[in-house]
T-cell receptor, first 115, second 112 residues
Framework: GAGVSQSPSNKVTEKGKDVELRCDPI?????LYWYRQSLGQGLEFLIY????????KSGLPSDRFSAERTGGSVSTLTIQRTQQEDSAVYLC?????????????FGPGTRLTVL | GENVEQHPSTLSVQEGDSAVIKCTYS??????FPWYKQELGKRPQLIID?????GEKKDQRIAVTLNKTAKHFSLHITETQPEDSAVYFC???????????FGSGTQLTVLP
């Protein structure tokens, strides 16, 4: 079956512009996560959605970052007024969620470059 | 919050030798410890995981050990092959919160 998909694969934007990144999780996965991976670094947790529960936003680095998940499936991560330090690969992952396997399946990522 | 430290940052081994990567965590409530492999330009993929109710888990050439008292866990790869070359990340989580805190990664190079 299809894995986690993300779009766009690459995004180049100018400082100060807003960007939207999209994630399509594996069908049937109720848990969805966003992580950020800076060059040569580990993955940094951003936000976690589980079913219809309120998302865990504890990892969002500033109020310029927000995310939503519509209909319990597709998620969009929005970064407003982008800064150069926002340049990174943004990875989405999904898992079966409550009561299921803990394994998180990652998408290919969106490489964001802020000029 | 949780902090995960990973060592070494780079590791080179000869093909056929063993490789060991170590991680420590700070939150004693963490109870789930996965290891991910990320090949260049690819997405991270789970290779093995362990829960805090066991001390060791093996899957063919890969094993993970956990010492809850010392709050550290290790990845062991035996009979390394060139295709094992990749960046390996450890992580820790508190089930059921599920968000993963990752280590900074180890670049493993297996020399033919």
């Amino acid at each position: 079956g299809a894995g986690v998909s993300q779009s766009p694969s690459n995004k180049v934007t100018e400082k100060g512009k807003d960007v939207e990144l999209r994630c399509d999780p594996i069908s049937g996965h109720t848990a969805l996560y966003w992580y950020r991976q800076s060059l040569g670094q580990g993955l940094e947790f951003l936000i976690y959605f589980q079913g219809n529960s309120a998302p865990d936003k504890s990892g969002l680095p500033s109020d310029r970052f927000s995310a939503e998940r519509t209909g319990g499936s597709v998620s969009t991560l929005t970064i407003q007024r982008t800064q150069q330090e926002d340049s990174a690969v943004y990875l989405c992952a999904s898992s079966l969620g409550a009561g299921g396997s803990y394994e998180q399946f990652f998408g290919p990522g969106t490489r964001l470059t802020v000029l | 919050g949780e902090n995960v430290e990973q060592h070494p940052s780079t590791l080179s081994v000869q093909e056929g030798d063993s490789a060991v990567i170590k991680c420590t965590y700070s939150d004693s409530a963490s109870n789930y410890f996965p290891w991910y492999k990320q090949e260049l330009g690819k997405r991270p993929q789970l290779i093995i995981d362990i829960r805090s109710n066991v001390g060791e888990k093996k899957d063919q050439r890969i094993a993970v050990t956990l010492n809850k008292t010392a709050k550290h866990f290790s990845l062991h790869i035996t009979e390394t092959q060139p295709e094992d070359s990749a960046v390996y990340f450890c992580a820790a989580s508190k089930i059921p919160s599920r968000q993963l805190t990752f280590g900074s990664g180890t670049q493993l190079t297996v020399l033919p």
